[in-house]
Nanobody, 122 residues
Framework: QVQLVESGGGLVQAGGSLNLSCVASGSTTSIRAYSWYRRASGNQRELVATIGNGGVTAYADSAKGRFTISRDSASNTIHLQMTNVKLEDAAVYYC????????????????WGYGTQVTVSS
C-alpha cells in the first residue's frame, strides 16, 4: 500500500505562483511514475504533469511552460511548481502514483491522495 499526502494549496492571485507538495510513503519501491491531476468543479480528473523514475517529464498542454513537476528522491516528495497561474487553474489537485509491479485488469495499480484545493482570484 502507498499513501500520498498533498499540501500547499490555497488562494493565489491570477498571474502569481504556488507550490504544491506530495509526500509518498509505504511500499513505494515499485512505483514507476508520479503524477499530478486536477479536478475542477463539474469535470473529471485531468492529467496535469507526470514524472517517471528516470526523470522524464510530461505536461498537459494547459500546463506546459507554466508548471514544473519534480521529485526529491531522498524525501520521496513530489512537487508541482505553478507559475503564471490562471483562473482556469482553480481545482482540487491530486497526487497519483502508478505501481509498475502490480498489474490489474484495468492496468497498473494506481494510488491517489485526497487532494489539495487551489483557488485563483482575479
Amino acid at each position: 500500500q502507498v499513501q500520498l499526502v498533498e499540501s500547499g494549496g490555497g488562494l493565489v492571485q491570477a498571474g502569481g505562483s504556488l507550490n504544491l507538495s506530495c509526500v509518498a510513503s509505504g511500499s513505494t519501491t515499485s512505483i514507476r511514475a508520479y503524477s499530478w491531476y486536477r479536478r475542477a468543479s463539474g469535470n473529471q480528473r485531468e492529467l496535469v504533469a507526470t514524472i517517471g523514475n528516470g526523470g522524464v517529464t510530461a505536461y498537459a498542454d494547459s500546463a506546459k511552460g507554466r508548471f514544473t513537476i519534480s521529485r526529491d528522491s531522498a524525501s520521496n516528495t513530489i512537487h508541482l511548481q505553478m507559475t503564471n497561474v490562471k483562473l482556469e487553474d482553480a481545482a482540487v489537485y491530486y497526487c497519483n502514483a502508478e505501481d509498475g509491479g502490480i498489474i490489474t485488469p484495468r492496468g497498473n495499480k494506481q494510488y491517489w491522495g485526497y487532494g489539495t484545493q487551489v483557488t485563483v482570484s482575479s
